[in-house]
């Protein structure tokens, strides 16, 4: 794995690859060591259904500063795509507090059926109540020819602001690493089913 900071933009981004490196071993202990591809980290699945999941960061570049989030990616293998266009997103049910998790069409429309698969499967919803996610997608890619999920935890985080200087991490909660990783083995299982 490479370690140096040359392959990285700027100071922010290699301070934060550097706290993603401290997310690997929950990780690891799941899926075995990693290939680093990039500044992502490609983990091989055990699950014959998912081609691999990475980690990577996603910034968010505000005023002063950086977001460098977690993500959580699983590209999924299945032989058709029909009615696969558009994207399913998680949505939560309630209005004052974090409620019932479940799978809703973007506004462009998306695969109803693998949302009422999902929807259905009441061990999904239950892992992902037990998380704390900024968002979670699929969608198929028809340049990959595979199903990809996308899921970015609250926790897990980098922040970097030049003013004033501030650096911190925003730790992934115990547990969050197990319950990601069943949640993608739950949603290519799902997605099996669609044939």
Known sequence: MASGRGMFK????YLAHQSLKQLLPGVSRLLGEPEM???SYLFQSSNPLVDDIRLYNEVDKKFLGRIYALVCEARIQHPRD?????MLLLSYRGSLRKGQPWFKTARRGGPEKLASLLN????LLELLAKQDLEY?????DGQMKRWRALARPLG???IWVALPPMRYRVKLPTGHDKYMVE??????????QMD
């Open 10 to 13: 700027t100071k922010g981004d």
């Open 37 to 39: 591809e990039g500044v």
């Open 82 to 86: 029909q009615g696969a266009e558009g």
């Open 120 to 123: 259905e499967d009441q061990k």
């Open 136 to 140: 979670l997608k699929i969608h198929w």
């Open 156 to 158: 897990g985080s980098y």
């Open 183 to 192: 949640a993608m083995d739950r949603i290519a299982r799902d997605i099996a």
